[in-house]
């Protein structure tokens, strides 16, 4: 049972007002808050042992190194990799993705197909189109229902020996949907396709377990699990990265180079290239830790009460339609009022001191599968509270009288 004033605490953002209102926080799904201990943890880095990694022999260079593999050996059994070396930086979930299509690039052929779902984000959809475009290869789509679930049994249809990749969301950034990814997995890996798994809107709310989810590549960004932007992880089967080619070149990544040939280093250097984002790498350690102690039974716990509240509350609007109502799903409410449009709510309602996000959530495709512009996005964290939600909903009900 979370103590969530204590936890609230934690966040000093929290407390602030915005337009004379206190700020209700309703743009998770965008980029989670920061707990105090990871705000002090990236002035620590700076004040006490900013030095480059893997490269000195002096005592900074060597604590900074040490905090960095900490870091990615923390991040390893958070979501129980094998090995420390199939834990890879980058700078987000996007990086993450455009790292393994570049590597397929070398893979794919014309005849070959990668199956994408309807539920993406456009980084999951716009790089794959990218690398179909490069090789030959055929883009196909895994559909989607009116509750916003993809159609498990057109992906098996789908499914063949000419498909060579799946790629899907853990969870709908757009709807909140929880995809079946499991049961993906296991059919892509019958017909010997690879799959890459976004866990970018899933990391806030749950522990990955990648071996017993058997997936090849599972993508998260730190900014949306209470750790610095610019940071994020992508996990490679350690076969896989051994096969993929480099994504950059540069320092770091090498193991011998002359002007005749260059060897490239071991995993996971091999995809590190240059100085990387070091201060925000080892406090995405420090943002994990934190998430832990608060416990994850905890979060999905508070999570669940306020959907089940918010949806609740919202449908009591009238004219109101929750866009995305699979059983499967977790802290994002997207909705629209009949006759309005969702960017006239999310203005007025940030008057009154509450973020939500409208617009297509870079997921145009879903919104052109409702026939919509877009939505009004409400999306929860652990330290939000039914009082807020109470508060959203008469915001709500005031601009609607305002715009009707």
């Known amino acids: 049972m979370l103590d969530i004033n204590k936890i609230r605490a934690d966040f000093p953002i929290l407390s602030q007002k915005v337009n004379g209102k206190p700020l209700v926080y309703f743009d998770n799904g965008a980029t989670s808050q920061k707990p105090q201990v990871v705000i002090d943890a990236i002035s620590k880095y700076y004040q006490e042992i900013n030095a480059n990694i893997h490269r000195g022999v002096h005592t900074l260079s060597q604590l900074a190194t040490d905090a960095y593999e900490i870091s990615r050996g ?115 890996h019958e017909v010997g396709a690879a799959i890459l798994i976004d866990g970018a809107q899933a990391v806030p709310h749950l522990k990955p377990n990648v071996q017993e989810l058997d997936c090849d590549f599972y993508a998260f960004s730190g900014h949306k699990m209470c750790g610095p932007t610019g940071t994020g992880i992508l996990y490679g089967k350690e076969a896989w990265l051994n096969k993929l080619p480099p994504y950059q070149g540069g320092g770091e990544m ?33 943002a994990v830790d934190y998430l832990n102690e608060v416990g994850f039974e905890n979060i999905q716990q508070q999570e669940k009460e306020l959907l089940e509240h918010a949806t609740q509350r919202l449908l009591e609007i009238e004219g109101l339609k929750i866009f995305g109502t699979s059983a499967a799903k977790t802290s994002v409410v997207s909705f629209n009022i009949e006759g309005i449009h969702p960017y006239d709510i999310g203005t007025i309602i940030d008057k009154l001191g509450i973020a939500v996000r409208t617009g297509h959530h870079c997921a145009q495709p879903i919104m052109n599968f409702f026939c919509i512009p877009g939505t009004i996005r409400a999306s929860f964290a652990f330290y939000n509270t039914k009082e807020e939600i109470d508060v959203m909903v008469e915001a709500i009900k005031k601009a609607q009288l305002m715009l009707s």
């Open 254 to 286: 090498i193991k011998e180079v002359t002007f005749e040939k260059t060897t490239y280093a071991d995993l996971p250097h091999k995809f590190e290239a240059g100085t990387p984002n070091i201060a925000g790498g080892i406090v995405l350690g420090t």
């Open 74 to 188: 923390k991040i390893q059994n958070h979501i129980n990799a094998k090995f420390a070396h199939e834990v890879l930086f980058t700078s987000g979930t996007t990086h993450g993705i455009n790292l393994v299509t570049n590597g397929f690039a070398s893979i794919l052929k014309p005849g070959d197909e990668v199956l994408v779902s309807a539920l993406e984000h456009h980084s999951n959809i716009v790089p794959w189109q990218m690398l179909c475009e490069k090789t030959g290869a055929t883009l196909r789509v895994i559909p989607m229902n009116a509750d916003g679930e993809l159609m498990m049994s057109e992906y098996d249809k789908l499914l063949s020996n000419k498909t060579k990749v799946v790629t899907v969301n853990h969870i709908s950034n757009a709807l909140g949907t929880v995809n079946p990814i499991k049961y993906m997995i296991d059919k892509a």
